[in-house]
């Protein structure tokens, strides 16, 4: 006899807490150790001298991420938000100008161009990898076009030959959002350094992390100088360093302190085996999921490669009977919470984020002060769309077909993994009492 939905008055398949993401231990613990003994938490100095850099374990970290992702340079900053400013800026780009961006992202993929009044203009998404493709970016192309950033995004890169082949055509700038697909190649190549820019996140929830931090690579010394003048006071530094080019030389603090540095050299050796644990619980989940009518498993496109940042699953209600909303409730009675996110109930949810130009500030066009600049800057000459429908792929996606959810992370155990497939096996034997 099938056994009750907990949705429904049943007991559910598990109640005992899931296992916490923790990828810190012993050796994080002794190199934050090593820091404050030192004395030295931060090197920098916004201004042209030896200290302009930061402080050696920033350096250290800096060469040693720039090794792992197959580029000259690597730029600490203190968030992948910063980075990715920081990178728009060395770009070249300013008022009048259009970057074309993801509508399926961390908001700050596609307000990055406001920071230097530049316009975001959204491509739709490929409905199989929820990338940015060369099909979909080519009709958003204009003269005003200046760059693109291409988010690799759910753990899976784009596919990055045709976009960097359009954007040669061009003369764009590519940026990539790396923020989920760290370790990540694409056709054996690391993400990163694909485009002109790469951009890293070491967030809290992210495969390695810092707490807070990111990194930014590239292979273009000028754009590397660039990125390090924004990061730290270009304005106060450019005479002195000899810096002529003064365009969006107006610069932040987005340093890094030394003891996020030393824990991310700590990570770093950690992220291969923790990407392998994740694909390796993805492939344990899946092969027992992969039989249940309507639920698709995550395409792995022309790249070859998926770190799973999240687990993606495609969802087509026609098939079961049954709205994505209900299966989804059904699924989350099944399961407990995770430890130290307690809170936030079994990590399980209908789409990812809203499609990004519904946001209030793209319906509305106000950015900055009253006057909806940049997007009426005289300096603009385009007409900027926002409206519903937009894109239909990304809107198909949101609001009818993914499933994400993180119980696949390290620290899950076959045992736990099998809790999961059971919750899931008991929601699609109960489909009737769900219609």
Known sequence: MTAQLA??????????????????????????????????????????????????????????WAAIAGVKNGISVNSCTSGLYAAVGAAGVGPGDEIIVSPYTMAA?????????????????????YCLSAETIRPKITPRTRAIIVVHIFGQPADMDPIMELAREHDLIVIEDCAQTPFATYKGRPVGSLGHMGVFSLNYHKHIHTGEGGIVTTNDDNLAERVQLIRNHAEAVVEKKGVTNLVNMIGFNFRMGEIEAAIGREQLKKGTGLIAQRKSNVAYLESRLKDLPGLTMPHIGAAGDHVYYVHTL????????????????????????????????????????????????????????????????????GRVDYRKGLCPNVERAHYERVITHEMMRPGMSNTDLDDVAAAFRKVWQNLESLR
Do not use: N
């Open 314 to 381: 495609d969802y087509d209600a026609g098939v079961t009977g049954v709205s994505r909303e209900r299966i989804v409730q059904a699924l989350k009675a099944e399961l407990p919470s995770t430890e130290l996110r307690e809170g936030d109930g079994p990590l399980m949810g209908i789409g990812y984020v809203k499609p990004l130009y519904l946001m209030p500030m793209f319906q509305s066009q106000i950015a900055y002060g009253k006057s909806g600049y940049p997007f009426t800057s005289p300096l603009y000459e």
């Open 109 to 129: 993929s596609a307000t990055a161009p406001l920071i230097f009044s530049a316009i975001p203009v959204f491509a739709d998404i490929d409905p199989q990898t």
């Open 7 to 64: 949705l429904l008055g049943g007991v559910p398949v598990r109640t005992k807490l899931f296992p916490a993401y923790k990828v810190m231990g012993e050796e994080e613990k002794m190199a934050a150790c090593r820091v404050i003994e030192s004395g030295v938490l931060s090197r920098f100095l916004g201004a042209w001298h030896a200290d302009f850099y930061g402080g050696p374990e920033v350096q250290a970290f800096e060469r040693e």
